[in-house]
């Protein structure tokens, strides 16, 4: 069943209604002609083209006669090496002194903030009473 190589490149100008590729496990499929009678709507399937769409396809959870219609629209296979890498987030760095000084600061603010207060409140019932 080996088709066609297809660059990444390639495949990503096909992104329309009249003209629509997906790439789903290293596999490309030219679904235009399924678009209309796609049950998710034709748009599902446009925004899934133009990337790698194993994702998208393995969320829904498509049945065996789903997968099984794939076959029909199978053209080839993508060159993996042509694909775009996958960015991962990796959340900012912050200097460990900047931790602590943060930290430790808070950390201090939960017992100075009630000790005020109670201090203020303990202040006015004192003085309160002299009256």
Known sequence: MAGKLHDFEEVVKHDQKGDCWLIISGKVYDVT???EEHPG???????ASGKD???DFEDVGHSDDARE???????????KSTLPVKQSYTPPT???TANLDSGDSSKILLYIVPLLILTVAFLLRFYSKKE
Request: glycine share 8%; no cysteine.
């Open 33 to 35: 002609a399924f678009l």
């Open 41 to 47: 709507g034709d748009e599902v399937l446009i925004n």
């Open 53 to 55: 769409a194993t994702d």
């Open 69 to 79: 219609k794939m076959k029909e629209f199978y053209i080839g296979e993508i060159d």
């Open 94 to 96: 912050v200097s460990s």
